[in-house]
Structures are given as C-alpha cells and as structure tokens.
C-alpha cells in the first residue's frame, strides 16, 4: 500500500510571503493530521480531521494558519503571512482507527 | 512544566549494546503511549504501542510503562548502526491527540 504522500518536500519563502503544502493520505485513512516539527523539537498537533471535519485545530494559529480537506482526502495546509518562527518541518499523518499514525516525509520550510 | 519530557541526547553507544530511552510525564489522564523512530529527513514511524501499564516486547524491541512513576521506557537489544535515529515517545489520553516528546538523538557506532 503506498504510503502518505506530500509535496513540495522543500519550500524556502521570504517572511510575509504565503506558501501551502499538500497531503494525499493513504487510502481509506479517514483520519488526518498535520503536525509541525520545529528541529529539535517533537511534533506539534496542528489540526486533526476526521473525514473532512476538523476533530481538533485548538493548536492552530488561526490568525495565519488554515487547512481545507475537500471531499475527505487530500488536504491542504495554508500559512498567510509567515513569519521566521513558521520555519519547520510540515508533517502529515492518517490513521484508519484512532491507533496507529502513519506519517509522510513532510516539507521543510524556510522563511527568510 | 512539560507534560512530557524526554532527554535530547545525543546517546552514542557501541554496536551490540543495550540501548535504554526514557521519558517522564506530567499528565496522569495518559493511557496510551507509544515508541516512534525518525530517521533524519524522514517522517517519524511507529515502533511500539502500549496501552496503560506492563512491557511489551517486539523483536530487539521491548517497551516499558510504569503509570504509578509516570515513566516509560524503550530498551534496544544487540543495537546495531541502522538503529541510529532520533527515538520520541508519544503519549495519548484516547488514542487521538498525541503529545510528543522532544526526541533522544541515538548514534550507533559500528
């Protein structure tokens, strides 16, 4: 079975710039989420969706941060403006129950 | 506080030891905890998943929860080199929003 997919796996934008990334989840997965990963850091819970609704965003930025999942597959994570401390790694994951996260090789961005 | 922490590292070992990684929690509503290995670039994947208190054993892998110290532990048997990654451990009231810690660095030396 292929694994979560996401893209671009590099981003590098200048501060006040906007940028999205993309995560098709494995299929069957109902559950998504995006995580962000600040290096050295664990990962983050951003948003989780179940299906396309939102189960948990209490860790989004809200003010500059959203995320869409049309049609209860892919998703979209949208950062307007960002800012130098939004230089993370995106990580996305799906899960089939509420166990087992499996996670893809997420997108390091780079705000100058 | 953190709800979780958990030693940064780096732990550089010989190749054939036993590898110890420990995490400690604050938040007692924890009942599920699990072992993810992330090797550098890669997005993390899932080791070990316990649920509430007892060991788990999965090959070179065996997973410890103690919820009266609200301390865990992944013991690695016989390491070798392409065990070298960072190590988190995640814990979970429900099975649905994961705390994460901050990672242990592992080396492996050949």
């Known amino acids: 079975e292929a694994g979560v997919a996401q893209s671009p796996r590099y981003k590098i934008i200048e501060k006040r710039q906007s940028v999205a990334f993309w995560c098709n989840p494995i299929?069957?997965?109902?559950?998504l989420y995006w995580y962000q990963q600040i290096l050295g850091q664990g990962p983050k819970l951003l948003i989780q969706?179940?299906?396309?609704?939102?189960?948990?965003d209490s860790q989004l930025p809200k003010d500059r941060f959203s995320a869409e999942r049309l049609k209860g597959v892919d998703s979209t994570l949208k950062i307007q403006p960002a800012k130098l401390e939004d230089s993370a790694v995106y990580l996305c994951?799906?899960?089939?129950?509420?166990?087992?996260?499996?996670f893809g090789p997420g997108t390091r961005l780079t705000v100058l | 506080q953190k709800e979780v922490e958990q030693d940064p590292g780096p732990l550089s070992v010989p190749e054939g030891a036993i590898v110890s990684l420990n995490c400690t929690y604050s938040?007692?509503?924890?009942?599920?905890f699990m072992w993810y290995r992330q090797y550098s670039r890669k997005g993390p994947e899932l080791l070990m998943y316990?649920?509430?208190?007892g060991n788990k054993e999965d090959g070179r892998f065996t997973a410890q929860v103690d919820k009266s110290s609200k301390y865990i532990s992944l013991f690695i048997r016989d390491s070798q080199p392409s065990d070298s990654a960072t190590y988190l451990c995640?814990?979970?009231?429900?099975?649905?929003?994961?705390?994460f810690g901050t990672g242990t660095k592992l080396q492996v030396i050949p």
């Open positions: 994951a799906s899960s089939r129950s509420n166990n087992e996260q499996f």
């Open positions: 299929s069957g997965h109902a559950t």
């Open positions: 969706f179940q299906n396309n609704g939102v189960v948990d």
């Open positions: 938040n007692s509503a924890f009942q599920y």
């Open positions: 316990t649920y509430s208190s």
């Open positions: 995640a814990m979970s009231p429900s099975g649905q929003k994961v705390t």
